[in-house]
């Protein structure tokens, strides 16, 4: 179906970004494309799809073989409509304003009679399982939902071969398993040809076909098998002793109801205690009201009812400055702390505001850069960086400052393992130093291994909570499985 | 490179008009303050901020156009988010897009300097203060008239062609303009 | 005809378009208060009987402009009676009804006009083309999305330590901190959007078809005529009296 030959891309400014990469993707199966964090995956799914160099400047040399014909220098309506691209952010690849819109969008490009337009739509969304949406505002749908609209609006094109970049970062893990499946489904009853990148290789390793790992200087077609059980050896996140420290509170939410508006709720009457030295996780599907609650915790919002006490202190009476002093947010979008234009003033921020010595801020920054695996990155932009780059950077900018609790709004998302082990031996480090941290994310693994306990959040409220011990994930589905049977 | 102006152009002056319409909404909180305190110099001293989205669009897509699309997205933004001038926003925008395309159509949309900037700038403000003259009553103003003229053109030089240059560079740094004009640095 | 409340929420929006173009001319052309001061009781009324709207919540969403107009008059009476000048009172309160009056207009056409059917309205009566349309359809979806982020960027620093100068000029200058990071996700939104919509083969040919199907509809083209006449019966009346004074230029 596919065959990548000699391929190399270099950008203009950043220079090469992977170099003679080989290998072939074959008819009706689905293919992952594995690799580190910042190797050039998402730049390699931009040249099958000729975005590179169409849309995006690159200069690519090599053959990329697609249906027995070069298209390596033609343009993307050569392939548009054949090879559908899906990309992670869900918002971005959207362009209209309801579902139906944006399904019937790709075929009005394509001159379909509009009176066929109806069947197709309804045909398209039924394949997701999201009918019911179909007249629905696309600015008021779930990240996952919105993945599901664009995966549907492709899918009404008819394409032969789908490629996808992370198509479930950001997604809990019950839309996750609904959109594996989906990819499974989209192989098995529609004969489609997948190529995908995705970091949760856990997730999808029952329904991959061939392992394609990209290096800098090469790419290798590895035993599936072979790369599955290594990957979980490898992957083991390293385990934290369980504490039980309920004495000092630092954060105690107490009543806390807030809306963004006056139809709905979005928390109602949350009451919980993040203790001194402890690390707990906050968990929960998707809109459940997760980052809406960092957002409240951080004092960028007022609650509509209760209050929020940071070491017994009330936020309403504390400056954004104060709390930042004792509280270090790490948001669920990192680009929205970034302030310097290179990432090594980025991470002397902090300690400069401190007010350091000039010798103690270029000595720290050195030693967080090397840690954060972001040494040879110091003098590019923040902005610039890859997904995976972007969230260390964010972290890390935090981290440094030593804030006495630290909240991180999903910091696995994007994250291949071994970045993602480093970065919790770091958390335990400055945990084990008395730092308190709160956590969100989708990870149960990162959950069970790293967390003294959790809090799960649904529908705004707190639908349950306790240690995280052995049993934790039987508990967990025997809770939620008890919510939802209600 | 070619001079056409492109999809991606099209939808990035879009996506610019539109954050634009939000960042002035918070701008007017500062503009009325300034009113308060400096009358009708309050609205000519931050006059030249509301250049922005034409001048920023040319600064960056460097293709015949850019000035008058980018200006005319705002100018319907503005008409969608409920703005009191009706059409009339996109009579503005208009003559905005046009005193910015001027200049450049003039130096073949080769020199994108302060100075060439500045005349873009203090043009679309001439342009559009005309229009001012003839409908909102500006020629109400009476002999403060040419003082507030004074200060709307500094103010399009400062607020307008200079913090849009400063805007330009850093986000040309954040490496997001690569494949624009202005990552060619042509014309500086 | 008869009290019909969605009258104007389902017109095609040619028409609150041609509407609203001959409302913004007599707006601005006139300097006397009483065309305009009728056609904003009218507007109201109709509103009322004809869109989903009620009085409240058009008046509730032009109270902005109802004030700055309000100061507006204010500044211009005073700059007049600090030089000395006549006060012309009349063409004074001219002036502030006619931000009103086109503000208020275009809220009704705003809260009862869907985008899309603008948009489309724009490219199959205006000829806009329609690389133009989807890429105004695509930002304007980001406006909310926008809003909120500003605010996050904005706290962000303001929790990272960053203070804000108590000089206007001073943060007029320095939003570009906040700015500079909105502006640039929202360029690589923008090129992600124009790249998801050409892979689904956007102008990849010449012509497209539409799915929404846009018609001019009679009873939609006689209303619209009945209340040009009205527009025109009042003019008519008002100029008999004396009591309009349309010129282009002001002052
Ligand atoms: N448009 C661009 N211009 C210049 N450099 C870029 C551009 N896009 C990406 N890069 C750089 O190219 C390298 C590869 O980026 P890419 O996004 O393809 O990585 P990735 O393998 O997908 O990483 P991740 O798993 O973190 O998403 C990175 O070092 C990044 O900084
Ligand atoms: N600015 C806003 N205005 C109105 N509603 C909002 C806003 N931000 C979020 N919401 C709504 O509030 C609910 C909670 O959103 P929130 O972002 O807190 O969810 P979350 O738990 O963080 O989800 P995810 O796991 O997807 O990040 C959602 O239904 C969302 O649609
Ligand atoms: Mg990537
Ligand atoms: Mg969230």
């Not at chain 1, 801020?361 to 003098?379: A, E, G, I, M, P």
């Not at chain 3, 527009?231 to 002052?251: D, E, K, R």
């Amino acid at each position: 179906m596919l065959r990548i030959k000699d391929l190399s891309l270099a950008f203009p400014e950043q220079g090469k970004v992977f170099n003679n990469i080989s290998f072939n993707v074959r008819k009706n199966t689905i293919t992952l494309l594995s690799g580190n964090s910042g190797v050039g995956k998402s730049s390699l799914l931009m040249c099958i799809a000729r975005v590179i160099p169409n849309i995006i400047e690159g200069e690519i040399k090599g053959e990329i073989i697609y249906k027995n014909a070069n298209i390596a220098d033609k343009g993307i309506d050569s392939i548009s409509g054949s090879i559908g691209y899906m990309f992670q952010d869900p918002d971005s690849q959207l362009c209209s304003f309801t579902v139906e819109d944006e399904i019937a969008f790709g075929l009005e490009n394509l001159n379909i009679d509009p009176n066929q337009m109806d069947d197709i739509i309804d045909r398209a969304l039924d394949l997701t399982g999201i009918r019911h949406l179909r007249m629905r505002n696309l600015n008021q749908l779930s990240g996952g939902e919105k993945q599901k609209v664009a995966l549907s609006s492709i899918l009404a094109l008819d394409p032969e071969f789908i490629i996808m970049d992370e198509p479930t970062a950001n997604l809990d893990p019950k839309s996750t398993r609904e959109i594996v499946d989906l990819i499974r489904k989209l192989r098995d009853e529609m004969g489609k040809t997948i190529l995908i990148v995705e970091h949760k290789v856990k997730e999808i390793m029952d329904i991959v076909d061939d392992v394609i790992e990209i290096y800098e200087d090469g790419a290798l077609n590895i035993e599936k098998d072979e790369f599955f059980k290594s990957y979980l050896v490898k992957s083991k996140l390293p385990v934290k002793s369980k504490k039980s420290l309920e004495e000092n509170p630092v954060i105690k939410v107490e009543n806390l109801s807030f809306s963004y508006d006056k139809d709905r709720e979005i928390l109602k009457d949350i009451n919980f205690s993040l203790y001194e030295g402890e690390m707990v996780a906050i968990i929960g599907p998707n809109g459940a009201g997760k980052s809406t609650l960092t957002k409240l915790l951080i004092g960028l919002m007022e609650p509509c009812k209760g209050r929020i006490l940071i070491k017994n202190k009330d936020i309403s009476e504390m400056s954004p400055k104060d709390i930042g002093k004792s509280l270090g947010l790490i948001f669920q979008n990192p680009e929205h702390q970034f302030i310097k234009m290179t990432v090594e003033k980025e991470m002397a921020l902090g300690l400069e505001l401190g007010g350091a010595s000039q010798e103690e801020v270029s000595n720290k920054v050195d030693y967080y850069l090397n840690l954060f695996n972001l040494s040879s990155q110091k003098n590019m932009n923040p902005f610039a960086l890859s997904q995976g780059q972007k969230r260390r950077l964010s972290t890390a900018s935090m981290m440094i400052n030593g804030q006495p609790i630290l909240i991180l709004d999903e910091p696995t998302y994007g994250q291949d393992r071994e970045n993602l082990q480093e970065l919790l031996n770091l958390l335990y480090d400055i945990n084990n130093r008395g730092v308190s941290i709160l956590m969100i994310t989708h990870d149960m693994d990162l959950v069970e291994n790293s967390c003294d306990r959790y809090i799960y959040l649904e529908g705004g409220q707190v639908k349950h909570c306790g240690i995280v011990d052995d049993n934790f994930k039987d508990n967990l589905e025997r809770e939620i499985m008890a919510y939802e049977g209600e | 490179m070619n001079s056409r102006i492109t999809l991606k152009e099209i939808v990035v002056l879009a996506m610019i008009s539109a954050l634009m319409g939000v960042v002035f909404t918070g701008i007017d909180s500062i503009y009325e303050p300034l009113t308060a305190l400096a009358g009708p110099f309050g609205g000519a001293i931050i006059y030249g901020v509301y250049l922005i989205s034409a001048l920023i669009g040319m600064y960056i897509v460097r293709k015949p156009g850019a000035g008058l699309i980018g200006s005319l997205f705002t100018g319907v933004i503005n008409l969608l988010m409920g703005s009191p001038y009706g059409i009339h926003i996109i009579v503005a925008s208009t003559l905005q897009g046009l005193g910015v395309e001027i200049p450049m159509f003039l130096g073949k949309y080769k020199k994108f300097n302060l100075l060439q900037m500045s005349i873009g700038a203090v043009l679309a403000m001439i342009l559009v203060t005309i229009r001012d003259y003839f409908v909102f009553g500006f020629g109400m103003y009476g002999s403060l008239m040419p003082a507030i003229f004074a200060v709307r053109t500094i103010s399009s030089i400062v607020f307008g062609a200079g913090l849009t240059i400063v805007i330009g560079k850093a986000l040309l740094s954040t490496g997001v303009l690569n494949g624009f004009k202005i990552a060619a640095k042509s014309g500086e | 005809m008869k009290g019909n409340k969605d009258f104007i929420d389902n017109m095609n929006p040619f028409f609150k378009i041609i509407m609203l173009t001959i409302i913004t001319i007599i707006g601005s052309t006139d300097f006397l208060p009483f065309v305009s001061g009728t056609l904003i009781i009218s507007g109201l009324v109709i509103a009322h009987l004809f869109s989903s709207l009620s009085y409240k919540e058009v008046l509730y969403s032009v109270r902005a402009f109802i004030i700055m107009s309000v100061g507006f008059m204010n500044i211009i009476l005073l700059t007049r009676l600090l030089s000395n000048q006549d006060l012309e009172l009349l063409r004074i309160l001219g002036l502030g009804f006619r931000i009103i009056l086109i503000s208020i207009y275009s809220t009704i056409f705003v809260k009862t006009t869907d985008p899309t059917e603008f948009v489309m309205a724009l490219i199959k009566y205006f000829k806009v083309p329609a690389k133009f349309g989807y890429s105004f359809l695509t930002a304007y979806r980001f406006l909310p999305t926008f809003k909120d982020e500003m605010e996050i960027i904005k706290h962000a620093h303001q929790v990272r330590g960053i203070e804000e100068s108590r000089n206007p000029l001073i943060q007029v200058w320095n939003s570009k901190r906040y700015i500079i990071p909105m502006l640039a996700t929202a360029v690589r939104k923008g090129i992600r959007i124009s790249v998801a919509m050409e892979t689904r083969a956007f102008g990849k040919y010449e012509t497209r078809t539409y799915y929404r199907s846009l018609s001019l509809n009679k009873q939609e083209a006689i209303g619209s005529l009945l209340y040009l006449l009205y527009i025109a019966a009042i003019i008519t009346v008002f100029s008999i009296n004396g009591l309009t004074n349309f010129t282009l230029i002001y002052g």
